[in-house]
C-alpha cells in the first residue's frame, strides 16, 4: 500500500510539473519571436515526453498487479524463502539460489507466463531491475497472448 501512495504522490506532482512546463511554453510561443517560439516548442516536447512516459509506467504496473492477483487467486505466488541480514536486505546468495531455481523452472516452461512471473520477481530479489522489468514485460505478453518481445 506504501508503494502505491507514493507512486501516486509522485505522479501528481509530475502531473503538476507538467502543468506548469506546458504553460511556460504557450506564454513562450505566444511572446511571438523566433527564439520564444522555438524554446516554446523545445518545452512542450518535455511534458509530452514525460506524460507518455508516466502513462507506460502505469500501465505496465497495472498488468503486473493484475498478473499478481491471478496468481494469487490460483496460489502460485512465489513465497518469500530469502534468508536476510540483520538490517532486513536480501542475502546476495539465497537471492542466487532462488534465483537458480526460477531459472530453471521458467527454461522447463518458456510459454508459461506465471514461470516468467516468478522469474522477474527473482530478478528483483537479486537487483537487477532491467531483467525484472523485461521477464515482467514477456509474462505480461504471455499471458495476453500477445508476441513476446525480444
Known amino acids: 500500500m506504501r508503494a502505491k501512495i507514493t ?9 503538476v510539473y507538467f502543468v506548469l512546463a506546458g504553460d511556460r511554453g504557450i506564454m513562450l510561443i505566444k511572446h511571438g519571436t523566433a527564439l520564444t517560439i522555438t524554446f516554446g516548442v523545445a518545452v512542450l516536447i518535455l511534458p509530452v515526453i ?7 509506467n502505469t500501465r505496465f504496473v497495472r498488468k ?67 531483467r525484472a522489468r523485461k521477464a515482467m514485460q514477456r509474462a505480461i505478453a504471455l499471458h495476453e497472448g500477445r508476441p513476446v518481445p525480444a
Open 7 to 15: 507512486y501516486a504522490i509522485t505522479a501528481a506532482v509530475l502531473v
Open 50 to 56: 514525460g506524460v507518455w512516459f508516466l502513462w507506460a
Open 64 to 130: 503486473a498487479n493484475r498478473l499478481a492477483e491471478l496468481l494469487e487467486a490460483e496460489g502460485g505466488l512465489p513465497v518469500d524463502e530469502l534468508r536476510r541480514d540483520e538490517h532486513g536486505r536480501i542475502d546476495r546468495d539465497s537471492a542466487d539460489e532462488v534465483f537458480a531455481r526460477r531459472r530453471a523452472e521458467t527454461e522447463d516452461a518458456p510459454g508459461d507466463w506465471r514461470c516468467w512471473f516468478r522469474l522477474a520477481v527473482a530478478y528483483r530479489d537479486a537487483r537487477d531491475t532491467p
